[in-house]
């Protein structure tokens, strides 16, 4: 089955994962806030968020002075407070994305990036929106270069799967920052580390379509192309081949200028000596079994390509097997002349196909009372048959 997938498939397999995720409650429902009863908050009226907003700033300034103090567990619990009981106001926006800050500061990434991700949701046009979203993917990537374990393997910090839901909102989050590609990019590498071959190359293939032309996208090119040959390497299915072939191909045509271009084309004559070398192999299979044919036909493939690891080789044994059987020989001929008629449309003197003959007559004009005259009827019917056994035959008659 083919692996090089298209970022159709890869929104449709995202579709169905968001709908697994709905019909199946997991930790990562906190961060998308599924399955969750959204409070209503009741709009005041301008007198009345004059008021809060007074009282918000009184409440935020004594969490800020807990901050200041290294207080951090009652300044959280002032925020907090901040953000339940006066949620509109500007006062709430900066509390609650204090709430993730001092979480980081913590040593709490995960709880940090839920509260940012609730920051996020709720103050869109709060100017701390971009810093969240780069505290968000700097909280993800934190998880993806340090991969510690705990004792034997167990307690890890967190789960591939959360790790993707992380790197997936923060795209969500802000589809056209500098963040989202990058998040995209690295949804690859976490698949690709757990073994997911397909989701890797859809996480990958989405970076290529979604931002091309940009270095993000071509270090996505390279690690499709690095991915598939591995799988081209551990196969001998042709079109594991030729999809690395293709791949490699697509990245030398898109960024041939880029760095990695060189390893890319290192990779495309691997390729071929691999092909080269397997050619051979089946050529002297076929050889050894006295299916000379079959073998001079894999080594006829060997000999297509000059210069090959395998073509001294493959031309010596081709040389045996046709002094073996003159009837592999193979007798190209001199191809018969055929003389080129003419192009008459070059000549000078060559006006084109005659034209063709119409009739130049026009209607003539009825002038004279004859020409309108009806035509009169036939006043006498046919004659009827004649019987032969009659002894007359019957009379006409004239019509009334």
Do not use: W
């Not at 073994?195 to 270090?219: D, M």
């Not at 271009?261 to 050619?279: C, N, T």
């Amino acid at each position: 089955m083919s692996v090089y997938l298209s970022r159709t498939q890869y929104g449709i397999t995202l579709a169905v994962a968001g709908l697994l995720l709905i019909g199946n409650p997991c930790p990562a429902d906190a961060i998308l806030g599924f399955g969750k009863k959204h409070k209503t908050i009741k709009v005041p009226s301008a007198g009345e968020l004059q008021g809060q907003e007074v009282s918000a700033n009184q409440m935020m300034a004594e969490a800020q002075a807990f901050e200041s103090s290294s207080r951090n567990s009652k300044a959280r619990k002032v925020y907090k407070s901040v953000v339940k009981n006066y949620p509109l106001t500007t006062a709430a926006a900066e509390s609650q994305f204090r709430l993730g800050v001092l979480l980081e500061k913590d040593n709490k990434p995960k709880k940090a990036f839920e509260e940012y991700q609730k920051f996020i949701d709720s103050y869109k046009d709060s100017s701390r929106f971009k810093e969240a979203i780069k505290r968000q993917f700097h909280i993800a990537n934190y998880y993806l270069e340090n991969r510690k374990t705990g004792f034997l393997g167990f307690g890890a910090n967190i789960q591939p799967s959360d790790l993707i839901e992380f790197f997936m909102q923060v795209s969500t989050n802000a589809p056209y920052s500098p963040e989202a590609p990058k998040s995209l990019f690295n949804v690859g590498v976490v698949n690709n580390r757990s073994g997911k071959v397909t989701e890797s190359l859809i996480a990958f293939r989405s970076v290529v379509e979604e931002f091309p032309g940009t270095p993000i996208a071509a270090k996505a090119q390279y690690e499709i192309v690095q991915i598939l040959g591995s799988t081209s390497q551990d196969s001998y299915n042709p079109a594991n081949s030729r999809q690395h072939r293709e791949a490699a191909e697509d990245f030398l045509n898109q960024y041939g200028g880029d760095a990695l271009a060189s390893d890319v084309k290192a990779e495309l004559g691997k390729l071929e000596d691999r092909d080269l070398e397997q050619a051979f192999n089946i050529g002297r299979f076929y050889e050894k079994q006295g299916k000379l044919r079959s073998a001079a036909v894999y080594y006829r493939e060997v000999l297509e390509h000059p210069g090959g690891k395998y073509y001294a080789d493959s031309k010596a044994r081709l040389d045996k097997l046709e002094a073996l059987d003159p009837t592999l020989v193979r007798h190209t001929g001199t191809p018969r002349h055929v003389e080129t008629p003419p192009d008459l449309n070059k000549r000078k003197d060559y006006l084109g196909p005659p034209p063709p003959k119409l009739d130049a007559s026009t209607p003539r004009m009825r002038t004279s009372p004859a020409d309108v005259t009806p035509i009169a009827p036939n006043t006498l019917e046919p004659s009827l048959p004649i019987d032969p056994t009659a002894s007359s035959s019957p009379t006409p008659k004239t019509a009334n």
